[in-house]
């Protein structure tokens, strides 16, 4: 099954830039979303099709995908901004949805 | 406004079997381009995708809980079903639906979850 792997947690400083990585075998043939998830509530997208942003989501939220790593990055880091975030993707081999592992933004 | 909302039981015993309702407004499970999938979450731990559903009926399962998991949807009551059986504590999470948009093809995104529902595995 294809897999995903996220570090487990990225520490950054108020006004500074946050840069998730997601990493999984070519997964830049494939397209990748990102969702944030603050503790106690569901997910919320913030990223789609690698470097999409849904309304109502900063412009300082961004993506992209390349070869085997793909990326979330978060510019001006904003207090508001600590939360879980994953990558996800769809595996046409298997038809299946997959998560990565989750990494834990704190803002220091 | 598009809503989903999940309801079952919070607490299960091991061995019994789990259903959980996701109900949904602001859209039709009949829309061609419409899914809704089931993903849960061990507390502390990381999501889980456990299986959608489409208009068209089409279906898929994770690999690891196919054997025990069972999707289905009722389109007049605007529910998808998800079953599973033989219920361990291990399975204790939050169980969340999530709707899926098939507009550019199949690899789209969750673009609205339900709030969750916490489910406890315990005798």
């Known amino acids: 099954s294809y897999v995903l792997t996220q570090p487990p947690s990225v520490s950054v400083a108020p006004g500074k830039t946050a840069r998730i990585t997601c990493g999984g075998n070519?997964?830049?043939?494939?397209?990748v979303h990102w969702y944030q998830q603050k503790p106690g509530q569901a997910p919320v997208l913030v990223i789609y099709?690698?470097?999409d942003r849904p309304s109502g989501i900063p412009e300082r939220f961004s993506g992209s995908n390349s070869g085997n790593t793909a990326t979330l990055t978060i510019s001006r880091v904003e207090a508001g901004d600590e939360a879980d975030y994953y990558c996800?993707?769809?595996?046409?081999?298997?038809?299946?949805?997959?998560f990565g592992t989750g990494t834990k933004v704190t803002v220091l | 406004q598009v809503t989903l909302k999940e309801s079952g039981p919070v607490l299960v015993k091991p061995t019994e079997t789990l259903t959980l309702t996701c109900t949904v407004s602001?859209?039709?499970?009949?829309?061609?381009?419409?899914?809704v999938s089931w993903i849960r979450q061990p507390p502390g731990k990381a999501l889980e995708w456990l299986a959608h559903i489409f208009s068209n009926d089409e279906k898929s399962y994770s690999t690891s809980l196919k054997s025990r998991l069972t999707i289905s949807k009722d389109t007049s009551k605007s529910q998808v079903v998800l079953t599973m059986t033989n219920m361990d504590p291990v399975d204790t999470a939050t169980y969340y639906c999530?709707?899926?948009?098939?507009?550019?093809?199949?690899?789209?995104?969750?673009?609205?979850w339900g709030q969750g529902t916490l489910v406890t595995v315990s005798s």
């Open positions: 099709y690698d470097s």
């Open positions: 999530a709707r899926i948009v098939r507009e550019g093809g199949p690899a789209a995104h969750f673009d609205y």
């Open positions: 602001g859209f039709s499970l009949s829309n061609a381009r419409m899914g």
């Open positions: 070519n997964i830049g043939s494939k397209s």
């Open positions: 996800q993707v769809w595996d046409s081999s298997s038809d299946h949805r997959v």
